[in-house]
């Protein structure tokens, strides 16, 4: 029953620094998201996958890079840290356009 | 474009109050539909429902009800009779049949003993 796994669950990172967020779900499902959490601004969508080799912007994609190469996995990549990118992120899988998002844990971004 | 209002950013009750949070919503699309997640402190996010635009009836799920009204625009939620394990931060969010969801800014409701 692992559903969607990310990590890690915490990292600190300098200004600058590059790293990727993992992203697995096991449910087959075909849409992917990374949403990011601010106080007061609720979650706002960074970058979508609505199947294997196919991404698309979202509210807020800059200084963010994903890929889709298999179904399960939909990995986020920071290529040079800032320090408004800390903040919560979370990626969510769902099996239509229009059901519910099952969430990850989330990931807890500081950028120094 | 499409936009969740929660202008409530805290609510504070005692425990076995009722507590209503409201959420207004604002889209072009004929068809759409309305979710509330909860993150309790733990921070992970629970799915609690899901109403597509053509079904206003309202719903009961235990001591949960959502109140749908396309009339204002609004999907609030209540919780009757609240326990402490109803403390945590709930979202409304608003969706198309495009797979995005937009998120209100949440409201943070503490159940005190």
């Known amino acids: 029953n692992a559903g969607v796994t990310q990590t890690p669950k915490f990292q600190v990172l300098k200004t600058g620094q590059s790293m990727t967020l993992q992203c697995a779900q096991d449910?087959?499902?075909?849409?992917m998201s990374w949403y990011r959490q601010d106080p007061g601004m609720g979650l706002r969508l960074i970058h979508y996958?609505?199947?294997?080799?196919?991404?698309d912007q979202g509210e807020v994609p800059n200084g963010y890079n994903v890929s889709r190469s298999t179904t399960e996995d939909f990995p986020l990549r920071l290529l040079s840290a800032a320090p408004s990118q800390t903040s919560v992120y979370f990626c969510?899988?769902?099996?239509?356009?229009?059901?519910?998002?099952?969430f990850g844990e989330g990931s807890r971004l500081t950028v120094l | 474009a499409q936009k969740v209002t929660q202008a409530q950013t805290e609510i504070s009750v005692v425990e076995k109050e009722d507590v209503t949070l409201d959420c207004v919503y604002e889209?072009?699309?004929?068809?759409?539909?309305l979710f509330w997640y909860k993150q309790p402190p733990s921070g992970e996010l629970v799915f609690l429902i899901r109403?597509?635009?053509?079904?206003?009836q309202n719903e009961i799920s235990g001591r949960y009800s959502w109140n749908f009204q396309k009339s204002t625009s609004s999907f609030n939620f209540t919780i009757t009779a609240s326990q402490v394990v109803d403390s945590a931060v709930y979202f409304c969010?608003?969706?198309?049949?495009?797979?995005?969801?937009?998120f209100g800014a949440g409201t943070t409701v503490t159940v005190r003993a």
């Open positions: 889209t072009r699309d004929t068809t759409y539909y």
């Open positions: 969510a899988s769902s099996y239509q356009e229009t059901g519910e998002l099952f």
């Open positions: 109403r597509n635009s053509f079904d206003e």
């Open positions: 969010a608003l969706g198309s049949n495009d797979y995005k969801l937009s």
């Open positions: 449910m087959n499902h075909e849409y």
């Open positions: 996958s609505v199947g294997a080799g196919i991404t």
